[in-house]
């Protein structure tokens, strides 16, 4: 296929030619891994890069580099790798003569243990999912920031389209293994004290910070030079986007089950130490309960009810057009399977292609093996969340599969919420964009206020309702 590029597509093109370490900042939909294959060929046809390593998400290595490659005119002539598999066929790969070496993310610090006191042999990375990258304390971005940081590794382009989701706390690591610390510093700690206060915290443990005044600015600045930042509504047209809340009623028997369960869990946490573990484990098992099913200390699933997919079900006989479903749990999966005609788990390059063509009528996908560099748009225009993600990234990142350039219809996203359970709670926290660390300790103390004061309101009412005692021990009645 012959490759036009946009504007602002030369433009993120030459920007990496003429900065060895960048990072685009594009929106989902921009195109970021053609503007990145174009730029790559061109550094290799000039012997500027000999050997690049690309990291990405597993559905994206899966799926999307290789055939990227494969489908433009001008990259055709890069020889691309996917080094998956298991650990005896990710060396076979690295053996193999090519250009590009394509890799999921999770094998990072595998791949560097590799080369370990030997030659490293790659003068390129790509980030595919920058963001992914974020967090400084995990072995992921440890072991790379020791290949970032050899004096071999002449280019670093890092790729994502939500750096900051969570807030600038996720830029330190990011930009860390583009500059090695040259622009926000080498220390995550120097970068706390430097640019944000503490807003919320227990003793000595901050889990909330805001930036100081003036901060943002300051740091935009100093990260300028080595960063394109572009939104798809800025640069696109964007199809139109219809948000629907879908109320779903629990059945009597359901709601009392997850009341008594969400009483449990939530009274038997003390206030004071509502921890970000603790919270995520009571909202994931609330959210469960709300899916229809709910899992045993054994792993075992136990159905609860069907009042989703009966939802789900009249959305799928009236839809206009193929739907994608975006799933939680392996039980969710599973049932799903079963009770929607034509529901198709989305596994790889065969589902995709087969969607794309119009031959699945439902898609099956976890926010995490669909959220980022698929492209879906062609095979159906309808979302439906069967249970929501606190992760505001995922769910950006997942809606962005049907809502990108190249839909040609209005895309309508469906959220299945449970009346009176955490569901709400999350949607709520989702409109208002709050997903971070903080808005799930929040949400979690709310729905412990809610809980503990209807606690408190039956307790009265059970009190009322016994019978006074007369001095000689007989009922007053």
Known sequence: MRYEPSPYQEYATKFILSTP???LFLDMGLGKTVITLTALSSLLATGECERV??????NVARTVWKEEVQKWDHTQGIRCVKVLGSAQERRAALRREADVYVINRENTKWLIEQYAGGKWPFDTIVIDELSSFKGSNTE???ALRSATKLRKTKHVIGLTGTPASNGYLDLWA??????????LGTSITRYREKYFVPLAQNGYVVYKYGLLRGAKQEIDERIRDIVVSMSAQDWLSMPERIMRTVPVELPQKALRAYQSMEKELLLNIDEQTITAANAAVVMGKLLQITGGAVYDGDHEDHIMHNAKIDALREIVDVAQGNILVFYAYRHELERLLREIPGAVKLEGAKQIEAWNRGEVRVLLAHPDSAGHGLNLQAGGHVVVWYSLTWSLEKYQ??????WRRGQ???VII?????????????MSALEGKDMTQQGLLQAVRA?????????????RENERAKPSEDRTGGSVR
């Open 21 to 23: 370490r960048c990072a």
């Open 53 to 58: 390593l690309v990291i990405a998400p597993l």
């Open 140 to 142: 992921r971005f440890r």
């Open 174 to 183: 990011q930009m860390f293994l583009i500059d090695n610390g040259e622009r």
């Open 397 to 402: 990142q997942a809606n962005a599969r049907l």
């Open 408 to 410: 040609q219809e209005t």
């Open 414 to 426: 469906h959220h299945l919420v449970a009346k009176g359970t955490v569901d709400e709670t999350v």
């Open 447 to 459: 729905r412990k206020e809610i809980v503990y004061g209807q606690f408190q309101r039956d307790r």
